[in-house]
């Protein structure tokens, strides 16, 4: 049985790790709070948005759907929306899992991939796997801070520009979609090229050509509108990344805390029956010390 010592030592550190899990609960659920209301003003919106794009994207020629266009793929850009920071569970774990699966299956249809990370846990990952581009920036963390949506618009730009340069042929974003506080959806999202909808191509195996009445005219669409549309489809995932962060990070240090609240009570339960014994030897000494002086 350890000492009383021993114990007493355990008990001090446990209390001090449940005062900081809780802590760290507490402020995780205040940033969901104000996470979890933008996601879901959002989403709704991007979601529209993006049916909407899908069809009218389908109704564009190669020339005009510079961003629908289908081509042969050769080369690929996986892009890792994690976390900053760490002690949120296995929020991280999910998204690198979902991109291994992805590696393979990339692999086995030769085509060539790299990786852009975004958030620092994703850099700290793959800084020496070798998936890296050079040409593209090594830290997207500073997207986090003050999430906006002016500082997500020049990354979906820079996506875009590679993408219609002919850099890469597909773009596909890894994140947690965020459902609730306990739960965390990993999500793999093509970006670019855009894919029709589920609608479209039901109506696109029926004719041989979507048509639409489009207002303003085809060319704005092309140039501003499409372009628009996919800046807030790629702030929506980060969006989305950051409330599941906050709700996994909230639930991992709930869990950790009631963790301790057990462990707590396992250590000063040791610690009674330590003192009890010691106490039962203290009076056993003294007992055989009276008796050796009545003799």
């Known amino acids: 049985m350890p000492s009383l010592k ?26 969901l709070r104000r996470a979890q209301d933008a996601i879901i003003r959002m989403r709704p919106y991007a979601e529209k948005l993006q049916t ?7 109704s564009l020629d190669s020339s005009e759907g510079v961003y629908s266009a289908p081509r042969e793929v050769k080369k690929v850009l996986f892009v890792a929306i994690v976390s900053n920071r760490g002690l949120a569970g296995a ?24 990786l852009l990370p975004v958030g620092k846990k ?12 050079d040409q593209l920036p090594a830290d997207l963390a500073h997207l986090f801070d003050g999430l906006s949506f002016d500082k997500a618009a020049p990354v979906a730009e820079l996506l875009m520009q590679q993408y219609a340069s002919g850099q890469y042929d597909r773009v596909v ?38 048509d639409h009445i489009m207002e303003p005219d085809r060319a704005t669409i092309v140039e501003e509108i499409i372009p628009k549309s996919l800046k807030i489809q790629f702030y929506k995932a980060l969006l989305d990344s950051f409330a599941a962060e906050h709700g996994a990070r909230m639930t991992a240090m709930h869990k950790a805390t009631d963790n301790a609240d057990a462990l ?11 003192r009890q014994a010691s106490i039962t030897n203290e009076i056993l000494e003294i007992v055989g010390g009276a008796e050796a002086l009545k003799g």
Not at 10 to 22: L, P, Y
Not at 91 to 110: H, P, S
């Open 173 to 210: 974003l890894f994140y947690n979609k965020f459902k609730n506080a306990a739960v965390q959806i990993t999500t793999e999202e093509q970006f670019l090229p855009i894919l029709p909808t589920a609608s479209n191509e039901a109506t696109a195996s029926r004719t041989s050509k979507v």
């Open 122 to 133: 994703a850099m700290d990952t793959y800084r020496r796997s070798g998936l890296l581009n």
């Open 264 to 274: 707590l009570k396992d250590l000063k339960l040791t610690y009674n029956k330590a």
């Open 91 to 114: 929020f991280n774990t999910q998204v690198y899992r979902l991109i291994r699966k992805a590696l393979a299956d990339a692999k086995e249809q030769g085509q060539e991939v790299h």
């Open 52 to 58: 909407i794009l899908g069809n009218v994207s389908a």
């Open 6 to 31: 021993e114990v007493r030592s355990r008990i001090v550190s446990v209390n001090s790790t449940k005062q900081i899990t809780a802590a760290m609960k507490m402020v995780s659920a205040a940033k």
